[in-house]
Nanobody, 123 residues
Framework: VQLQASGGGLVQAGGSLRLSCAAS????????IGWFRQAPGEEREFVAA????????YYADSLKGRCTISRDNANNTVYLQMNSLKPEDTGVYYC?????????????????WGQGTQLTVSS
């Protein structure tokens, strides 16, 4: 599975952005998808995850109420809508796929990773 993350950019604090993750597989519905982010000098951390159907999801505490993860299985794409952005949201955002219908919050559960997309939130 190859993943392509896109949609990052420079946004002012309080703004919104939608990240996309496109997957190259005919069996996208067999994969749960997670988003992780990494700030300079920091560990890569969990952001959000969605199950194969899109009906189950989970968010990091720091992002609850500010972001929504969704997926379009017909187009092999997962989206991460982020609102009320803060400077501390700055980092490289990675999408990852696990060959499981149920998502995980653990980084090592995800075998396939995209290249990352940079999000910078200015104050």
């Amino acid at each position: 599975v190859q993943l392509q993350a896109s949609g990052g950019g420079l946004v002012q604090a309080g703004g919104s952005l939608r990240l996309s993750c496109a997957a190259s597989t005919r069996t996208f519905f067999n994969y749960s998808i997670g988003w992780f982010r990494q700030a300079p000098g920091e560990e890569r951390e969990f952001v959000a995850a969605v199950s194969w159907s899109g009906r189950a999801n989970y968010y990091a505490d720091s992002l609850k109420g500010r972001c929504t993860i969704s997926r379009d299985n017909a187009n092999n794409t997962v989206y991460l809508q982020m609102n009320s952005l803060k400077p501390e949201d700055t980092g490289v955002y990675y999408c990852a796929a696990a060959h499981s219908r149920h998502f995980s919050l653990v980084r090592k559960a995800y075998r396939y990773w995209g290249q990352g997309t940079q999000l910078t939130v200015s104050s």
